[in-house]
C-alpha cells in the first residue's frame, strides 16, 4: 500500500472498462496518470503528407485534445489529474519512472509497430530498475497474438476464418469508482494544461468548417447512448444498406475516432450490442451487423499484427505487387477535391473539413485514385487519409486501402464505382455535392453529377463555367477506368506476390462471405455490381 503507480494513457483515453488504470490503482499509495504529446504526431504543415507519416492533421489533434481535457475532468472528480508532459514518450517516461519512484507501471497494449518500439523501450528500461509492468490487451475484444496463435502462426486472410477463430469477447470491466489514490509528488517537472490547438502550431484556423464531432469520453459515452436508443436500427443494422451521402443524420454510428483513441471501451460497444441482440427478436448477424462491423475492426487489426511491411507494396507477403503510377499532378487534384468529378470532389471536401466520411464515401475515392480511375498508388491515399481522418487507424486504415486496391483481400478490379452513377443513386439532387462544394449549388440536378455536359447558357445560369470556377473531369471515366482495368489484368498476371490469382467464379464466391463493402448474398453481389457499373 506504500508505493508509487503510473497509468500510462496513449490510447485508451477513458475511465470506463480501463485494465491498465483498474490495475494501476489497486494497492498503491499514489497514482500519477501520465500522457506524453509525442511530437511524432504533431505536424501542423497542412501540406504534409509524407509517405509512412503519421503526422495529424487539424480535425485529429483537436479531437485528441478535447479527449485529454475530459479525460482530465473525469480524473478530477475523482481526486486525481492528468499529467501531461510534452517531448519522446520513451525518453520522458524513463526519468519520470525513476525520479517519481514508481514501482509499478501500467499501459494497454498497443499494436502498431511505431508503438510496439516505443513501449518496448520503456518495458526494457522499466525491468532493469525493477519495476513492474502490466500491458493488458483492451484496445481490441481479442488478443491478437491468440488468434495468430490459433490459426498456427499465421493470421486469417478472411473475414469467414477470422471469426471462426473467435468465441465471446471478455466482457468489460464493471466496476465504477467514487475516488482514485492521489497524485503524488512531481517534483520540479513542467506540467502542462492541455493546450489549445493553435499553442501546437496548428494556426490554420481559417477552415471554415472544422469536424462536428468533439473528442472524449463523455461524448463518446452520449454518442453511444444515442446510437444504440432505436434498438431496432441495431437489431437491422446492414452496412451496405446505408446513404453515403447522408451527411446530416449519417447512416452510421460514428463511433469509430472514439474507438480509435479508445475513449469507448470495444468491450462496452459489443456488450451493449448484445444486450440489444438478446432484448428483441431477431437480429442481423457478422459481416453486415453493427457486431459485425466491430469484427472488421479485429479483422484488420490481427492481420495488420501478424503480417511484415503491412503498410506497404514492397516487401509485403499479402499484397499484389501493382506496378502503380505516380502523376503528382493527378493526385493533388484528387487530395484537394479538384477532379472535375462533383461526387468524388465533395467527398474530400468533407475529408477535408470534418475528418470523416461514409465507408462507401472512403470506397468510392479510393477506387477512383486507384484502381478506378487514376492508377496512382495506394500508398499515396492511404497517407492522406492519415493525416486527414479523425479515425485514422493504423491497422485498419491500411487495410481497407489494401482491400479497395484490390492489392489484398478483394480480387474483383473489374468492378469500379462509378464516380457519377453511384452516388446519384443515393442523392438524385445532389444535395450532398451542393453542401460541400458550393460552386454548384445552382446546377441543376440533371447536369450536377456531370457539370461537363451541362450547355454554356446552364452554366452561366448557374454561375458555373466548368474549366474556370470548377474544374472539367481530369480524366474521362469511361477510357480511364478501361485503362485501369487492362493494367490491373496485366499486374496481376505478373503478379510476384505470393497470393495465387483466383478465378472470376472463385472471387465471387469469395465475396459472398467477406464482403467489406459489405453485401451477403449472390442475389446482392448482383444488384451490387449492377449498381456499381
Ligand atoms: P459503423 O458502421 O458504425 O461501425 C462501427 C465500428 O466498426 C466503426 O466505428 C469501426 O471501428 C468498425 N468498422 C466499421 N467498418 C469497418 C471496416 N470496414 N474495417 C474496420 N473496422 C470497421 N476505419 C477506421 O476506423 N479508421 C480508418 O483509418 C479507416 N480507414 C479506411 C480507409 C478506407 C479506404 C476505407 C474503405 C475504410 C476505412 N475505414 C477506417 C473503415 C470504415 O470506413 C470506418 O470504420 C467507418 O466508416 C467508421 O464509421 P462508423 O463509426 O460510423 O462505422
Not at 517537472?189 to 468533439?214: K, M, W
Request: include cysteine.
Amino acid at each position: 500500500m506504500d508505493s508509487n503507480a503510473m497509468i500510462w494513457f496513449r490510447k485508451g483515453l477513458r475511465i470506463h472498462d480501463n485494465p491498465a488504470l483498474d490495475h494501476a490503482r489497486r494497492g498503491c499509495k499514489h497514482l500519477f496518470p501520465v500522457f506524453v504529446l509525442d511530437p511524432w504526431y504533431l505536424d501542423p504543415d497542412p501540406a504534409a503528407f509524407s509517405p509512412g507519416s503519421a503526422r495529424s492533421g487539424i480535425n485529429r489533434i483537436r479531437f485528441l485534445l478535447d479527449s485529454l481535457a475530459d479525460l482530465d475532468s473525469s480524473l478530477r472528480r475523482l481526486g486525481s489529474r492528468l499529467l501531461l508532459l510534452r517531448g519522446d514518450p520513451a525518453t520522458l517516461l524513463c526519468r519520470v519512472l525513476k525520479d517519481w519512484n514508481i514501482k509499478s507501471l501500467c499501459f494497454e497494449f498497443d499494436s502498431e509497430p511505431y508503438s510496439l518500439a516505443r513501449d518496448k523501450q520503456v518495458t526494457d528500461f522499466a525491468s532493469a530498475c525493477g519495476i513492474k509492468v502490466f500491458s493488458p490487451v483492451s484496445h481490441t475484444l481479442f488478443n491478437p497474438t491468440d488468434i495468430i496463435e490459433k490459426n498456427g502462426g499465421r493470421p486469417p486472410l478472411t473475414y469467414q476464418s477470422f471469426v471462426a477463430l473467435t468465441g465471446k469477447p471478455p466482457p468489460p470491466i464493471s466496476v465504477t469508482y467514487s475516488e482514485l489514490p492521489t497524485v503524488g509528488d512531481t517534483g520540479e517537472y513542467e506540467l502542462l494544461t492541455v493546450p489549445a490547438i493553435q499553442e501546437l502550431g496548428y494556426g490554420d484556423i481559417s477552415q471554415e468548417e472544422f469536424s462536428p464531432f468533439r473528442g472524449g469520453e463523455s461524448e463518446a459515452l452520449r454518442r453511444l447512448k444515442k446510437s444504440l436508443k432505436d434498438k431496432e436500427w441495431v437489431a437491422k443494422f446492414e452496412k451496405p444498406k446505408g446513404d453515403p451521402s447522408a451527411f446530416l443524420k449519417p447512416a452510421t454510428t460514428v463511433l469509430s475516432p472514439y474507438l480509435k483513441f479508445g475513449c469507448l471501451s470495444p468491450r462496452h460497444f459489443y456488450h451493449c450490442l448484445h444486450d440489444i441482440y438478446n432484448s428483441v427478436g431477431s437480429h442481423t448477424s457478422p459481416p453486415v451487423s453493427l457486431v459485425g462491423q466491430l469484427l472488421w475492426r479485429e479483422f484488420f487489426y490481427t492481420v495488420a499484427f501478424g503480417t511484415p511491411n503491412f503498410d506497404r507494396m514492397i516487401g509485403n507477403k499479402i499484397c499484389k505487387q501493382i506496378p502503380w503510377g505516380d502523376n503528382e499532378e493527378l493526385l493533388v487534384a484528387w487530395r484537394e477535391g479538384q477532379t472535375g468529378y462533383p461526387w468524388i470532389d465533395a467527398i474530400m471536401i468533407q475529408l477535408k473539413k470534418w475528418g470523416w466520411i461514409h465507408h462507401l464515401a472512403r470506397h468510392s475515392v479510393a477506387c477512383f485514385l486507384t484502381r478506378g480511375d487514376l492508377f496512382i498508388h495506394w500508398e499515396k491515399g492511404r497517407d492522406v487519409f492519415e493525416r486527414l481522418l479523425v479515425d485514422s487507424d493504423w491497422a485498419i486504415n491500411n487495410g481497407n486501402w489494401l482491400w479497395l486496391s484490390c492489392s489484398s483481400f478483394f480480387y474483383q478490379y473489374y468492378q469500379i464505382y462509378s464516380p457519377i452513377s453511384f452516388g446519384k443513386k443515393y442523392d438524385p439532387d445532389g444535395n450532398y455535392i451542393r453542401h460541400f462544394l458550393p460552386v454548384l449549388k445552382d446546377m441543376p440536378k440533371e447536369y450536377i453529377y456531370e457539370p461537363w455536359s451541362a450547355p454554356l447558357s446552364v452554366q452561366k445560369k448557374a454561375k458555373c463555367i466548368v474549366g474556370k470556377d470548377y474544374p472539367k473531369p481530369v480524366v474521362a471515366h469511361e477510357t480511364a477506368s478501361k485503362e485501369c482495368r487492362k493494367k490491373m489484368a496485366e499486374g496481376y498476371a505478373s503478379n510476384i506476390s505470393g497470393n495465387k490469382v483466383a478465378s472470376q467464379k472463385d472471387v465471387l464466391r469469395r465475396k459472398s462471405q467477406d464482403d467489406n463493402s459489405q453485401a451477403s448474398s449472390p442475389s446482392k453481389i448482383k444488384q451490387r455490381r449492377k449498381a456499381i457499373k
